[in-house]
């Protein structure tokens, strides 16, 4: 008798049993590994508050994409992968050192760093890859194809890595940018690679629970940096009077509110839509590897512009300041709209609201000092979270209006 796919997966040394309850749960050997990216964005917020500027942005924006795609991919390969299983949780392990020297290297990634920056890197995207292809190859030939695929686009997009590294500022950023784009237009191609054919979304029957739960809890993660960053500015104060108390329960209430707005409508309808979609595939790629980049860049952004203004509430609000308090929650938003889009099928109207009045601060910045446009963004926030959860509290899952 010839074995059924799920009962071969079941009987697999790495993959995790198909079909099953345990099929989405998130283990805890992957909560572990997420212990590295909690340092890894405090170091990316540390790092672009240090250098706040347009080329500090565009810096810090290249490594959190870098960041991101290290993590996401390593989600899409865990759905499949059983973490509870010996090996792969070494791969985790070994996973999860690398993500700890990439994290060293974060702050000088674009001096002294840059190489150990790159091989890090390089060493995650190619090895976990490898690996993956490798312990599939017997169960499940035709993902292992598709990891071979994706095991030679990170090493083509090595190239560029390595070589940034060995050139310095505008030179490595604009090779470095190059590796990205390679990885990044690469899933939209099919990994397509001469002899070895290309990919098909169909084929990716990934499991809805897990992707949500994972991304998720990165999400919560970015949160937790905004509360950290918050009590590490008041905690450095020498007093702590009313009004900078006051403060803290604002930048708290905003993240609160960002919590609010990304969890009670969208996290769980994702997770629904894709359990239940014949294109799983397509649609996690769309809901969870690119439009969660604007989310999590949204909060890293939030928690630098807490800093600021917790640091210094009074005077003029130059444009750091002003740039971060705004473009944060824009950024966050956007995310959202396109997130919730993406499984919906339509824009939230309110968010689209928020962006508006947003952007409308932009025009009284020059008659606030930064506390008082670090307030009225939150305020912005909880309109949209209020808009959102009165238009959708009774609204059933399946028939969600435009709001």
């Not at 640091?311 to 966050?332: E, L, R, Y």
């Not at 446009?373 to 909880?382: D, H, N, P, R």
């Given at each position: 008798m010839t074995a059924t796919n799920d009962e071969r997966f079941a009987n697999s040394a790495c993959l995790r049993a198909r079909g099953t309850a345990r099929e989405g749960k998130v283990a805890f050997a992957e909560l572990f590994f997420d212990l590295i990216f909690v340092l890894t964005i405090i170091q990316l917020s540390h790092s672009l508050a240090a250098h706040y500027s347009p080329l500090g942005l565009v810096e810090a924006a290249m490594l959190m994409l870098a960041v991101w795609w290290v993590w996401i991919y390593t989600t899409w390969a865990t759905n499949w992968l059983d973490p509870d299983k010996a090996p792969v949780r070494v791969l985790l392990f070994v996973l999860m050192f690398l993500g700890l020297m990439l994290s060293i290297a974060i702050p000088t990634a674009f001096g002294a760093g840059g190489f150990l920056f790159a091989l890090t890197y390089v060493a995650m995207q190619v090895g976990r890859s490898a690996f993956t292809a490798y312990v599939m190859r017997r169960d499940w030939p035709e993902n292992s194809a598709n990891f071979i695929r994706i095991t030679a686009w990170s090493a083509f997009s090595a190239v560029f890595?390595?070589?940034?590294?060995?050139?310095?500022?505008?030179?490595?950023?604009?090779?470095?940018?190059?590796?990205?784009?390679?990885?990044?237009?690469?899933?939209?191609?099919?990994?397509?690679?001469?002899?070895?054919?290309?990919?098909?979304?169909s084929d990716w029957q990934v499991s809805g629970?897990?992707?949500?739960?994972?991304?998720?809890?990165f999400v919560i993660i970015c949160l937790g940096e905004t509360i950290l960053v918050t009590g590490?500015?008041?905690?450095?104060?020498?007093?702590?009077?009313?009004?900078?108390?006051?403060?803290?329960?604002?930048?708290?209430?905003?993240?609160?509110?960002?919590?609010?707005?990304?969890f009670r409508f969208?996290?769980?309808?994702?997770?629904?839509?894709?359990?239940?979609?014949?294109?799983?595939?397509?649609?996690?790629?769309?809901?969870?590897?690119?439009?969660?980049?604007p989310i999590v860049a949204g909060i890293i952004l939030?928690?630098?512009?807490?800093?600021?203004?917790?640091?210094?509430?009074?005077?003029?609000?130059?444009?750091?300041?002003?740039?971060?308090?705004?473009?944060?929650?824009?950024?966050?938003?956007?995310?959202?709209?396109?997130?919730?889009?993406?499984?919906r099928g339509r824009s939230p109207l309110s968010h689209l609201a928020g962006i508006a009045g947003l952007l409308a601060l932009s025009l009284a910045v020059p008659f606030f000092e930064p506390y008082q446009?670090?307030?009225?963004?939150?305020?912005?926030?909880?309109i949209v979270a209020l808009w959102e959860f009165l238009s959708l509290k009774s609204t059933p899952a399946d028939d969600v209006a435009v709001v």
């Open positions: 890595w390595f070589a940034g590294a060995m050139v310095e500022h505008e030179a490595r950023l604009a090779l470095w940018l190059v590796a990205l784009g390679i990885e990044y237009a690469s899933p939209a191609l099919g990994f397509a690679v001469p002899g070895l054919g290309r990919s098909s979304v629970e897990h992707m949500a739960e994972r991304c998720a809890l590490r500015t008041v905690a450095g104060m020498e007093l702590l009077d009313g009004f900078t108390v006051f403060l803290l329960a604002t930048a708290f209430f905003s993240t609160a509110t960002m919590w609010w707005i990304y969208g996290h769980g309808e994702a997770a629904h839509l894709i359990e239940h979609s014949p294109t799983p595939g397509r649609i996690a790629r769309m809901a969870f590897t690119y439009a969660h980049i939030s928690a630098v512009a807490e800093e600021f203004a917790l640091a210094h509430p009074h005077g003029h609000v130059d444009f750091k300041t002003a740039s971060a308090i705004i473009g944060g929650p824009v950024v966050f938003l956007l995310g959202n709209i396109w997130f919730k889009a993406a499984i446009l670090f307030m009225a963004a939150a305020a912005v926030l909880f």
